[in-house]
Structures are given as structure tokens and as C-alpha cells.
């Protein structure tokens, strides 16, 4: 396996997103996962039902021991929970992460619409997470919390994109899908000018962690020494027949196929 991937997320015990996702996806694309676990969820595609948090030293202590050893090619940080392990994991990203790429998926809410984030917590990531990574992954409800925009059309998607830039990302992937249309866009931002992927929707209700996904599977192409629209456009690819694959598990927003390129589906 090629490409090291160290995840800083929360855990989903229904295995459709947070680190069970992320692992799903690395391994499928041929990368090595390791993960350092932000939060206990309680969830299925139903919704979230409790959410326990992990102290921000023992988050900080899982970073360190993989760093220390196994090393990493790039990370991947999706739920992050509150603020205080916002700035712990910006601190391991100052020490650990200076030669290699972050992606950063600012997770706030739960495909059900529950919260999974604390109050502040957009701010500290634009402030202290935000200059610190390679690309940076909102959908528009996300980026609408980061940027202070209003997120809904493909001008609007490039216009936070813009502002992700100046906030100090690489880049930004302003991804469209919670907006309407039968066409989803994603709007790939950065310094030298945006990019637009089009992906006809599917009509599903097989939705639970598809920002997860994404953003390891941009992660692993990173990591394994894609340039970043390769990347990029990989993970999309990858997302959308994971989707479009989906085993329809689950009575709400059920999980993905991350195993198809291993012939599963």
C-alpha cells in the first residue's frame, strides 16, 4: 500500500462516516489509515443520538504516537467536536504537518442534520485551521458558517471559495450537493483560479458520510503524490460511484459502497 494517511475525526459505530469511513476509503484506494479519534458518536442513518467528546490531551497523545512512529503523508481532520481540540490539533499540525498536505472537512453537522460541533467552533477552525491546510472541504450549509456568505449558487460557491483562499487555505472544494438542481457542482478554488466538476445527481436517500469520503479520498491521493485536481478529481469520482453503488442499508441516509474499486459492487 501506498500513501499514509493519518485521520483526526470522530467515530461512527454504524461504519457509514466519521473514521470508519475514512478507513473504508484510504484502504480501498490503496493507502495505509491510521486515526486518532476526536469523539464517541451514537448514530445510525437514522441520526445522532449522543455525542461524547475525547479529551483534548489523549486527542493529542493519539496524533503523537503515530507521528512518532508510523508517520504520516498527508492528514485528513473531518469532526473535530469543540473548541479546545480545535486548538490542540492545530498545535499537532504546527509541530507534525509543516511538509505535508492537510485536508480539512469542517465537519458541524451530521448528514440527519445533527449538530456536531459546539458553539464557536466555525470560528476557530477559520481562524486556527483554515491557514493551515492544503484544502479545505465545506458543502454550502458549511461554508455559508464559515465564510458568512450566503451559499447558494455556483457564483456564491466560488465566492467562498475565494474567501477560504484569502483566509490562508491552499485551496478550497466548495461542494454543491445540499443544493438543488439535477446537476451537483463542486467548486474547486485556488490561488491561480476555480474549477467546476459536474456530476449528474442521483436520487437517493444513500447520503450518510459522503463529505467523510471525500475528503480521505482527496487525502489519499495527496498522499500518495497526486497533484491536487487529480486528487480532487479522483475523490469525486470515487464518491459518486460509491454512491451510485450504495447497498441501501439502514431505514434513514443510508451508507456508501467505499469497497467498489476492490470489485465490491
Known amino acids: 500500500m501506498k500513501g499514509r494517511v493519518l485521520i483526526i475525526a470522530g467515530s461512527d459505530p454504524s461504519g457509514g462516516a466519521g473514521v470508519q469511513a475514512d478507513i473504508k476509503t484510504v484502504t480501498a484506494l490503496g493507502g495505509y489509515a491510521a486515526a486518532a479519534i476526536t469523539a ?117 460557491m466560488i465566492a467562498a471559495g475565494e474567501k477560504l483562499i484569502v483566509a490562508g487555505a491552499g485551496a478550497a472544494l466548495v461542494k454543491g450537493g445540499h443544493l438543488a438542481g439535477d446537476t451537483v457542482k463542486d467548486v474547486l478554488a485556488t490561488a491561480d483560479g476555480t474549477r467546476v466538476f459536474s456530476h449528474p445527481r442521483i436520487e437517493t436517500t444513500s447520503t450518510h458520510g459522503t463529505g467523510c469520503t471525500l475528503a480521505s479520498a482527496a487525502a489519499t491521493g495527496l498522499a500518495q503524490g497526486l497533484a491536487l485536481q487529480a486528487a480532487v478529481k479522483r475523490a469525486i469520482d470515487y464518491t459518486h460511484r460509491a454512491i451510485k453503488t450504495a447497498p441501501g442499508y439502514g431505514a434513514g441516509a443510508g451508507p456508501l459502497n467505499h469497497g467498489h474499486p476492490l470489485g465490491e459492487g
Not at 83 to 96: D, G, H, N, Q, S
Not at 126 to 138: D, I, Q
Open 40 to 156: 464517541l458518536t451514537v448514530q445510525n442513518t437514522k441520526g445522532v443520538s449522543a455525542v461524547h467528546g475525547v479529551s483534548p490531551y489523549i486527542v493529542e497523545a493519539q496524533v503523537e504516537a503515530v507521528m512518532t512512529d508510523i508517520g504520516a503523508d498527508a492528514i485528513k481532520i473531518g469532526m473535530i467536536g469543540d473548541v479546545a481540540v480545535a486548538e490542540r490539533i492545530a498545535a499537532m499540525l504546527t509541530k507534525y504537518a509543516a511538509d505535508i498536505p492537510v485536508v480539512l472537512d469542517p465537519v458541524l453537522a451530521a448528514t440527519s442534520g445533527d449538530a456536531l460541533a459546539a458553539d464557536g467552533l466555525a470560528g476557530v477552525i477559520m481562524k486556527r485551521l483554515v491557514p493551515l491546510t492544503s484544502l479545505v472541504t465545506p458543502n454550502a450549509p458549511e461554508a455559508e458558517a464559515l465564510t458568512g456568505l450566503n451559499v447558494a449558487d455556483e457564483d456564491a
